[in-house]
């Protein structure tokens, strides 16, 4: 299960803005207690991380990290207080609301005029506190981004190159809290350091499908992949 989870993140930050990624906790907390799973995960995050960033090299855009990476601090902070009562479940249930209600809508959006999307600032700030509420509390804040990104009108490299910036910055702002709250067992990391190198072979894997798709298709992917989330989140 742990190769399974290490080759879906290696995927995600590669090619799939880490929308596939969502997919990590959940599958990993089948085989061990959720908190040893998201201390477990944040290390081999950060090292995918680092793969990812160097892949997809200044195709990012700047403007948009910076858009979302204040929410991101807000809503680290206030998940850090949240993190030892919310209920794993509660939030896999919301988050499985929040995503399908976005596919319901990016399948219907021309057919509704008055729903057509206009970018603003503030739409970043309010991403990036979802972002960092999920993504501290279950690794989970791939979707919530993905959303944000998809309906800025971006090339698929740009997508994914900015995703990765941002979740590389984020995943390290959570180190902190995390070891604050003694999530990590370092340990458990080094049983599982044989499996790393998966890391370097998924991202490229990804990154491939990247540039390989057009933006239609890209679209789609993700449009496929968040209904695929959101379904599993609701009924896992």
């Known amino acids: 299960m742990t190769a399974i989870v290490i080759f879906i993140i290696g995927l995600g930050k590669g090619g799939l803005g880490g929308t596939l990624g969502v997919l990590a906790t959940p599958l990993m907390t089948l085989v061990m207690p959720a908190d040893q799973v998201i201390g477990l995960l944040l290390p081999i995050l950060i090292i995918a991380d680092i793969f990812a960033v160097y ?132 340990n458990l990391l080094w049983q599982i350091a044989w499996l790393l190198p998966l890391l370097p072979l998924s991202v490229w894997l990804g990154k491939l499908l990247t540039t390989k798709v057009n933006k239609v298709l890209f679209d789609r992917i993700i449009i496929g992949l968040l209904a695929f989330t959101a379904l599993f989140l609701l009924f896992e």
């Open 55 to 186: 892949s997809h090299w200044l195709h990012w855009d700047k403007k948009l990290v910076l858009l979302l990476i204040p929410g991101a601090v807000i809503g680290m902070l206030m998940a850090s207080f949240f993190i030892a009562g919310i209920s794993p479940e509660m939030l896999r249930r919301g988050i499985g609301v929040i995503v399908l209600l976005f596919v319901l809508y990016k399948l219907l959006e021309k057919r509704i005029l008055s729903a057509y999307y206009k970018p603003r600032g503030w739409h970043g700030l309010v991403a990036g506190i979802v972002g960092g509420i999920t993504s501290t509390l279950a690794h989970t804040g791939g979707p919530p981004i993905a959303i944000y990104l998809l309906m800025q009108n971006i090339s698929p490299r740009v997508f994914v190159a900015t995703s990765a910036l941002f979740f590389a910055i984020l995943n390290w702002i959570k180190v902190p809290s995390y070891y604050y709250l003694g999530l990590f067992d370092f």
